[in-house]
């Protein structure tokens, strides 16, 4: 089989098993507390990256500088990012969680515009309008849905989804600006292990642990599967096809994941999947969208003037 066959298979698999992921976590959270659950989850899957990386390449920068860097990162990336997005899917459905974290992209474009480092064009602007119009749309709607008990834990497990979708754009800003490492690979191991060791220090002040039952069939198999297909797997497959393919066409996953994850919540969690649903998905995708054509105007732009 051909490296590009192969891609495009890397490239298929991550965006179908990511999209699942917060249908897991849905289940996962269900019967362990988030924090416990997801710190585990990524220690776990932190120390077998680390080791299948050291395997491959026993080159790395092992430099303070670098380490320090990375832990950073890994906080901002699996720590607040995936540590708040696991502990909000115990209010918020699967699919509007997996909507409002395909916003990452206009997450950035605002830290960016924050730090003065964006340039805004027409395109950036109506997609980032779009986006948010698209979130306003299926918040308001899911609210409106909700228990009056629920109602403050519904609003609450939004804003941690926010604050998460910030925190993964502003760690992927500093991933993407750092310096390239003799091994990539074991920087994301690293990342997952400083992420996860930082989820299970917290989470004796935020979980609660009064019902937990530590053996549970479902929950552990939605907590394997997240270990095994949702990090290991996935990240393999994610950096070995950003090895043959362009790298706009795999970050195109953005696009899918959120279709995969809105589908299994209707199909497996019987979450309510009606217009407002389907039509903010098409605003926030179609943002998304827009905002990259934006930045690929910008792009060419600046290879004319230069």
Same mark, same amino acid.
């Given at each position: 089989?051909?490296?590009?066959?192969?891609?495009?298979?890397?490239? @298929?698999?991550?965006?179908? #098993? =990511?999209?699942?992921?917060?249908? @897991?976590?849905?289940?996962?959270?269900?019967? &362990?507390?988030?924090?416990?659950?997801?710190?585990?989850?990524?220690?776990?899957?932190?120390?077998?990256?680390?080791?299948?990386?050291?395997?491959?390449?026993?080159? @790395?920068?092992?430099?303070?500088?670098?380490?320090?860097?990375?832990?950073?990162?890994?906080?901002?990336?699996?720590?607040?990012?995936?540590?708040? +997005?696991? =502990?909000?899917?115990?209010?918020?459905?699967?699919?509007?969680?997996?909507? #409002?974290?395909?916003?990452?992209?206009?997450?950035?474009?605002?830290?960016?515009?924050?730090?003065?480092?964006?340039?805004?064009? =027409?395109?950036?602007?109506?997609?980032?309008?779009?986006?948010? @119009?698209?979130?306003?749309?299926?918040?308001?709607?899911?609210?409106?849905?909700?228990?009056?008990?629920?109602?403050?834990?519904?609003?609450?497990?939004?804003?941690?989804?926010?604050?998460?979708?910030?925190? =993964?754009?502003?760690?992927?800003?500093?991933?993407?600006?750092?310096?390239?490492?003799?091994?990539?690979?074991?920087?994301?191991?690293?990342?997952?292990?400083?992420?996860?060791?930082?989820?299970?220090?917290?989470?004796?002040?935020?979980?609660?642990?009064?019902?937990?039952?530590?053996?549970?069939?479902?929950?552990?198999?939605?907590?394997? &599967?997240?270990?095994?297909?949702?990090?290991?797997?996935?990240?393999?497959? &994610?950096?070995?096809?950003?090895?043959?393919?362009?790298?706009?066409? +795999?970050?195109?996953?953005? &696009?899918?994941?959120?279709?995969?994850?809105?589908?299994?919540?209707?199909?497996?969690?019987?979450?309510?999947?009606?217009?407002?649903?389907?039509?903010?998905?098409?605003? #926030? #995708?179609?943002?998304?969208?827009?905002?990259?054509?934006?930045?690929?105007?910008?792009?060419?732009?600046?290879?004319?003037?230069?």
């Amino acid at each position: 089989m051909k490296n590009q066959t192969k891609a495009y298979l890397a490239y @298929a698999f991550i965006c179908i #098993i =990511w999209g699942t992921t917060y249908l @897991a976590i849905k289940v996962a959270v269900a019967h &362990y507390p988030p924090f416990l659950m997801a710190g585990t989850r990524q220690l776990v899957s932190g120390i077998i990256m680390l080791a299948i990386a050291l395997m491959i390449n026993r080159k @790395a920068d092992l430099s303070r500088k670098n380490l320090l860097q990375q832990s950073l990162i890994g906080f901002l990336l699996i720590t607040v990012g995936n540590g708040l +997005v696991t =502990w909000a899917e115990q209010y918020v459905q699967s699919g509007v969680a997996a909507l #409002i974290c395909s916003t990452m992209p206009i997450s950035a474009v605002v830290i960016n515009i924050i730090r003065g480092e964006e340039k805004l064009n =027409w395109l950036i602007i109506v997609g980032m309008i779009l986006g948010f @119009a698209g979130v306003a749309l299926i918040f308001q709607d899911n609210l409106s849905n909700q228990p009056a008990t629920n109602g403050t834990l519904y609003s609450i497990g939004i804003v941690g989804l926010f604050i998460a979708t910030t925190s =993964w754009a502003l760690g992927s800003l500093l991933n993407k600006n750092s310096a390239k490492s003799v091994n990539s690979f074991f920087n994301v191991g690293f990342q997952v292990i400083v992420g996860g060791a930082f989820m299970l220090i917290i989470s004796p002040a935020v979980d609660d642990y009064s019902n937990l039952v530590w053996w549970n069939e479902e929950g552990f198999l939605a907590f394997a &599967y997240l270990v095994v297909f949702g990090s290991i797997l996935a990240y393999a497959a &994610y950096m070995y096809a950003l090895k043959v393919l362009p790298v706009g066409f +795999v970050t195109s996953y953005a &696009y899918i994941n959120p279709l995969v994850a809105v589908l299994l919540g209707a199909l497996m969690l019987k979450e309510p999947l009606n217009g407002y649903t389907v039509f903010a998905f098409v605003l #926030i #995708i179609c943002g998304i969208f827009i905002v990259r054509s934006g930045y690929k105007k910008q792009e060419t732009t600046n290879e004319i003037h230069e």
